[in-house]
């Protein structure tokens, strides 16, 4: 399956996207982690995008665009992928759509006041990524990551002020993506719930995948 999981921060996309990833045996690419990794790393990419993430702002469509299609060349995307964070625009959509055809968007519904308050107890594995929430999807062992042992860290931009720029970004950037693949007949809703099992139960409903 190639999957595209659309929508605000904070709803729960990287969650879902671990879920079924293991589930389909399927790749997810988080252009949001990459750009992270980048910026640690401190490549000539991840110098240019740090000014973007930590405005909350749209890093510009070339660079995300060159830095996704050479991942989907890898062979671990010949089964299938989900992509997680990408497209955010219209023209990314566009551009993706020339390359390869996707089978489905999976949107995830969440209010803004919810997403403000999720986002500050919002962790991540310094080392893979594994998202985690400190009430809702707490690690077992606290600060340290359940798959890798990493170190538990806060993201930069989850704090209040960029988290309110990135809602700002996504209603009037990323959100009109959702009537371009409506006009595909390719969008499925899920509404994002409290509890993380209770949002995959659904998501898995309208995907049509099997509960195991
Ligand atoms: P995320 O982890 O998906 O919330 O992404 C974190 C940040 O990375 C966003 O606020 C943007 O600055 C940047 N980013 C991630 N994906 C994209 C994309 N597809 N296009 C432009 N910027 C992106």
């Keep these: ?18 879920i079924l990833s293991e589930k389909l045996g399927i790749v997810t690419i988080s252009t949001g982690a990459m750009l992270r990794a980048a910026v640690k790393e401190n490549t000539p990419l991840g110098k240019e995008a740090k000014v973007y993430l ?3 702002q749209l890093v510009p469509d070339e660079l995300v665009v060159s830095l996704v299609k050479e991942r989907l060349n890898g062979s671990d995307c010949e089964k299938g992928f989900i992509l ?61 990551c359940d798959k890798c042992g990493g170190d538990l860290i806060c993201r930069a931009d989850d704090n209040e002020v960029t988290i309110r720029k990135r809602l700002e970004v996504y209603h009037e950037q990323t959100e009109p993506i959702k009537a371009y693949y409506m006009q595909q007949g390719k969008v499925v809703i899920a509404h994002g719930k409290e509890k993380i099992e209770d949002t995959a139960k659904e998501v898995l409903k309208i995907l049509g995948i099997e509960e195991r």
């Design 54 to 56: 930590d405005k909350g």
């Design 1 to 18: 399956m190639k999957l595209i999981i659309l929508g605000p921060p904070g709803a729960g996309k990287g969650t879902q996207a671990s």
């Design 84 to 144: 997680d964070g990408f497209p955010r625009t219209v023209n990314q959509a566009q551009v993706l759509d020339k390359n390869l055809e996707i089978d489905k968007v999976l949107t995830l519904d969440v209010d803004d006041e919810v997403i403000v308050e999720r986002l500050s107890g919002r962790r991540e594995c310094k080392k893979c990524a594994q998202p985690y929430h400190i009430l809702f999807n707490p690690p077992a062992t606290d600060g340290k």
